[in-house]
């Protein structure tokens, strides 16, 4: 079934999506299919998203925001992640900075099981903007990264409440660049939170600009946040935090017919998160 004949439940309406660009400048990524792609195909939804038609969760009215500058907190904390597949296949996807030298992503950015594994590298541009005449900056230069890191419930299951994972950057931003908190958070606090999500969507213009939503009354669940902020193909792996600390409780995953979810940030995750920025601290030195 294709995507502009499934039925959709009320309120959900389709988002019209993009065309590839006829040029590309040296400096400005490429326009590439969502990482989710990667590691769940669907040839007629793949298809649709070249052409425009991609089906996306906008739940009524689309009430996404442009971020104007993205030199400044939080939006230069937010990554625009270009993936190279081990198979030489090119995708996109969406990070955070979690400490000055880790990324914090979806596990199927930097694992993708139909795909060889591991992603052979990761282009990641922090704070990247792209400006009417279609060149792409970012608030400190792009940076490639080869390191990554997940866990066995994603790359050996695919479990979709696993689905997250990190990049490790070969230096650290500026001491005073600054990043992202993460910390688990009770039940009754996430279902009382106002949700901030921000990253890079496919299906707006100019290619490559950043868009923000925020929205309270999320469904929480053991590993799982729900919620019905608006999100598109190419927002995987964005952040999902609360004010007034700016601090993360989520990674966005996916969006389903009824919700779009994150992967909530548990105790075991905060743990992990945790680990990998102690490993990626060492490591860029």
């Known amino acids: 079934m294709s995507p502009t004949s499934t039925r959709l439940p009320a309120g959900v309406e389709l988002v019209p999506?993009?065309?590839?660009?006829?040029s590309r400048t040296e400096d400005a990524p490429e326009t590439l299919i969502d990482a989710w792609y990667a590691t769940h195909p669907?040839?007629?939804?793949?298809?649709?998203?070249?052409?425009?038609?991609?089906?996306?969760?906008?739940?009524?009215?689309d009430d996404r925001t442009r971020i104007p500058d993205t030199s400044i907190e939080p939006w230069k904390w937010v990554a625009l992640l270009e993936i190279e597949a081990a198979d030489g296949t090119r995708w996109r996807g969406t990070g955070w900075l979690a400490g000055p030298s880790l990324i914090v992503t979806a596990g199927h950015c930097v694992y993708m099981p139909d795909r060889g594994g591991w992603v052979a590298r990761i282009r990641v541009g922090l704070g990247a903007d792209t400006d009417s005449s279609g060149q792409t900056f970012t608030s400190i230069p792009f940076t490639n990264s080869d390191e990554f890191r997940s866990v066995t419930g994603w790359t050996d299951s695919q479990d979709e409440d696993s689905d997250y994972g990190a990049v490790l950057l070969p230096s650290q931003t500026p001491p005073d660049y600054g990043h992202f908190r993460f910390q688990a958070r009770s039940d009754a606090e996430l279902a009382a939170s106002f949700l901030n999500v921000d990253?890079?969507?496919?299906?707006?213009?100019?290619?490559?600009?950043?868009?923000?939503f925020a929205r309270g009354s999320a469904t929480v669940e053991g590993t799982v946040l729900k919620y019905s902020i608006d999100t598109a193909g190419g927002q995987s792996g964005a952040a999902?935090?609360?004010?007034?600390?700016?601090?993360?409780?989520?990674?966005?995953?996916?969006?389903?017919?009824?919700?779009?979810?994150?992967?909530?940030?548990?105790?075991?995750?905060?743990?992990?998160l945790s680990m990998w920025n102690e490993q990626a601290l060492?490591?860029?030195?």
Not at 17 to 22: A, F, N, Q, T, V
């Open 282 to 285: 060492r490591g860029s030195r």
């Open 17 to 22: 999506g993009y065309r590839l660009p006829r």
């Open 199 to 212: 990253g890079y969507p496919a299906d707006k213009q100019p290619s490559f600009s950043q868009w923000f």
């Open 42 to 61: 669907d040839e007629s939804l793949m298809r649709a998203w070249r052409y425009g038609e991609t089906l996306e969760l906008v739940f009524g009215n």
């Open 240 to 272: 999902v935090w609360v004010d007034p600390d700016r601090t993360v409780v989520g990674i966005h995953s996916r969006g389903l017919l009824v919700s779009n979810e994150a992967v909530r940030i548990t105790q075991g995750v905060e743990n992990n």
